[in-house]
C-alpha cells in the first residue's frame, strides 16, 4: 500500500520588524486570523500577488485574506522553503 505525501509546507520566518509587531500581537482573534494566513502561504508560497518593484533582490509579495481582516508582506527564498515575512497587518 503507498501512502501519499503532500507536498512540504514552506517553513516561515520573520524579519526583525515582523517579529515586533507580531509581540504587539496580543487579542486572541488577531493571532487565529494570522495564524490561518501563516498556514495558507507556508502551504503556497505563490499564492500572495507580485509587488512591482527592484528585480534585483527577491521578489516582494502581498497576501491580504479580507475575510480575517490580514494582510502579510513577505519574499520567499530561491529554494521556496522558506517564507520571510516582513509586515504582518492585522
Known amino acids: 500500500m503507498s501512502t501519499q505525501h503532500g507536498r ?3 517553513q516561515i520566518a520573520f524579519s526583525n ?3 515586533k509587531q507580531l509581540d504587539a500581537i496580543t487579542n486572541e482573534p ?3 486570523a494570522l495564524d490561518r494566513a501563516l498556514v495558507v502561504i507556508s502551504v503556497d508560497p505563490e499564492i500572495g500577488e507580485p509587488i ?3 528585480t534585483s533582490g527577491p521578489q ?3 497576501y ?3 475575510v480575517e481582516r ?8 530561491a529554494l521556496r522553503t522558506v517564507v ?3 509586515y504582518i497587518e492585522v
Open 52 to 54: 512591482p518593484g527592484d
Open 70 to 77: 490580514v494582510r502579510l508582506l513577505y519574499w520567499v527564498t
Open 8 to 10: 512540504r509546507r514552506a
Open 60 to 62: 516582494l509579495r502581498q
Open 64 to 66: 491580504t485574506d479580507d
Open 30 to 32: 488577531e493571532i487565529h
Open 84 to 86: 520571510v515575512v516582513a
Open 17 to 19: 520588524s515582523a517579529a
